[in-house]
C-alpha cells in the first residue's frame, strides 16, 4: 500500500502544476485518498464483505466529495483533479494513466444489477469537468471528452468528444504501415 500511495503522489506531482512536493500530493490530494479508500474497499467488496465495502466507500465520499463504488474496478495512475464531485459506478472499469476532472460522471443506466451498467474508460483518457458518461459505453485510449458533454455512445481511440448529447469533433486518422 505504501509503494501505491508513493507511486500516485508522483503521478499527482507530473499532472498537477499546483503540487509542489510528493510529500504535499500526498498529504493533501483528495483524489489520492479517496483511491485509497477505494483499494481498501474493492478488497472488501471482492471478499463478499458488501456493508463494510459500503460503509468504507461512503466515509470516503464524506471526506474527499468523491464518491467511488467499492465494485468498480480502477487501474493505476489514475488522477483525480480537485476531485469534488466525481462519480465512479459500480460496474464502471478505468483504465491505467486516466485523468478525471471535478464532477465528472461515470453513471450506470439500467436497473439490471447482473449487468454491465457503467462506462469503461480505456487507458490515457481524460475527461473534462462535469461531463457525464452514462451506460455501458467505451471511451477509447488516450479519448478526450470535452467539459460539460454527455456521452450516450462509444467514443473512438485518439478522438474527441464534446457537446449534448457529445459527438466527435477530432478523430486520428488511422496509421497505416506498408512493408515493402
Known sequence: MIQFIINLGKVILEKDPATRSLTEAILFSPGLKAQ???????HLYNNGHFFFARLLSHRSRRETGIEIHPGAVIGRGLFIDHGMGVVIGQTAIVGNDVTLFHGVTLGGVGGDQ????HPTVEDGAMIGAGAKILGNVTI??????????????DVPAYSTAVGVPARIIKEKEKA?????
Open 36 to 42: 485509497v479508500y477505494h483499494r481498501l474497499a474493492h
Open 114 to 117: 447482473k449487468a454491465k451498467r
Open 140 to 153: 477509447g485510449k488516450e479519448a478526450k471528452i470535452g467539459a460539460n458533454a454527455v456521452v450516450l455512445k
Open 176 to 180: 497505416y504501415l506498408y512493408v515493402i
